[in-house]
């Protein structure tokens, strides 16, 4: 199996504080179990992604990528009160992105958003990663368009409001190849819609260990990329995009 970097997976470990989001807690997922996947998978790279049910703790994340090593990146989430030097030291240890939770209502308003995600950018050169519904999307458009670097989860959820996914790309939106079993949509032809517009745009993730999802990922969702794109398209997806995209700094 060719190289993978995987953009988006979870650490869960019940070591470190974790709380229900929307009565939700998640089973453990510890280092090792992803591990084990990741050498299955051949994963030589990725970013670990903080959850809801993680909200702002940062501790489990330090550890997570002291143990994964100088190819995984972390994505967090940052309460309204973090200091510039708090941020700073979270990039030192290879945090390059902050995640808004607007999905599963850890939002915060459309002003602070904007705010805090150019505050970040300029400080430490990350970006912003939303987990949004493609029906939102209309909503803040605007402010997207006008945000640095933005990524979007999960090819937006939903199939309303793809045509604004589709515009955002065209913009310079990424939008991660992820959570196939959570979609409501024929996945082949959005991966094509997606690649058609920016063959740089998707980038693949596991979407491990797959909680809250109506099915978990199975290697299956890698061969429908296969499948759908081909060797070269394939090769830009489950690697090369978000290696350029994680690991610029």
């Known amino acids: ?32 179990e992803y591990m084990k996947r990741a050498k299955e998978l051949n994963i030589k790279g990725g970013a670990i992604v903080s959850a ?5 703790d940062q501790t489990y994340l330090m550890e997570a990528l ?21 941020i700073l030291k979270l990039s030192r240890h290879g945090v390059r992105a ?15 958003l904007e705010r805090l995600a150019n505050r970040v950018y300029d400080l430490a050169n990350w970006h912003v990663e939303l987990h949004i519904a493609s029906p939102s999307l209309n909503g803040i458009a605007a402010l997207i368009k006008r945000l640095p670097a933005v990524i979007i989860d999960h090819l937006g959820l939903e199939e309303e409001g793809q045509s604004e996914l589709f515009e ?11 959570g196939f079993g959570r979609v409501d949509f ?24 797959s909680t809250r999802a109506k ?29 350029k995209w994680y690991m610029k700094k």
């Open 215 to 243: 099915r978990p990922f199975q290697v299956e969702d890698i061969e429908l990329i296969y499948e759908v794109l081909g060797e070269k398209g394939a090769e830009n997806v489950l690697f090369s995009n978000a290696q």
């Open 98 to 112: 902050i995640r808004f939770n607007i999905y599963n209502g850890l939002s915060a308003d459309p002003d602070y």
């Open 52 to 56: 809801s049910y993680q909200g702002y």
């Open 66 to 86: 002291e143990k994964l090593g100088p190819n995984f990146v972390g994505v967090t989430q940052l309460p309204k009160d973090t200091t510039d030097e708090e």
């Open 168 to 178: 955002l790309v065209d913009h310079g939106v990424r939008v991660k190849a992820s």
């Open 186 to 209: 024929n996945i082949k032809q959005t991966l094509k819609s997606i690649y058609s517009v920016n063959p740089e745009a998707l980038l693949f993730g596991t979407d491990l260990p």
């Open 1 to 32: 199996m060719n190289p993978i970097f995987d953009a988006h997976f979870h650490i869960i470990d019940p070591r470190f504080p974790l709380k229900r989001n929307r009565g939700f807690l998640p089973d453990p997922f510890p280092f090792n």
